[in-house]
């Protein structure tokens, strides 16, 4: 049972992971909502203030483009006994499922006192202020991150230098008719806590 104490609590319970082939590809998202999802992202903690979250944004047929070189470099660096015809496919077809396909980007700052890993956690902080938003407002959402976003490749298309890093291809859209909202679980968090109390 969802608890009620915060509206945040439902936000949190109710964000899923909704795939791409769920989607309704030809149904809008506003403006207005992807303008919404992107302040609050913005509004992720950053330590430093390096704010290192960035956003490529493809809709349209920007896509098409983003599901041909995802199928390239899959091709190009997958060994021969570990390719998937059907994975191909997939990294092909998924950008042209969902009607906005934002690719999430770390740009690395420039503070030697900030080090990489909480560039990388600030910008992760940054997705899931989106996916709750989503979320809240019945958008479905997924966080993809096949390994080709780290090759120089990826980087390439995505204009981003080589200390930069795309940590996830993240798919916003509605549900098709006849989708229902997905269903998650989690183990008990009580096997996840310690209370240290050594006074
Ligand atoms: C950093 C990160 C990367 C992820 N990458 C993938 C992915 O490549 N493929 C995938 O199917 N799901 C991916 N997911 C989504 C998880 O599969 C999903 O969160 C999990 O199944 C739980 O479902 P829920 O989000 O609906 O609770 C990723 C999630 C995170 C946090």
Redesign the pocket.
Known sequence: MISKTFPITEIIRHR??VKPAMMDSDLDIPMELIDELLENANWAPTHGFTEPWRFKIFSGNSRKSLGKKLQDLYSAHTPDDQFRQDKLNKLGKNPILAPIVMAICMERGDNPKIPELEEIEAV?CAIQNMHLTAAAAGLGAF????PILGTDGMREFLSLREIDRCL?LFYLGWLKEGENW?K?SRGPVSNKIEWVDKS
């Open positions: 899923r992971t992760a966080w993809s991150s096949p996830g997905p998650s």
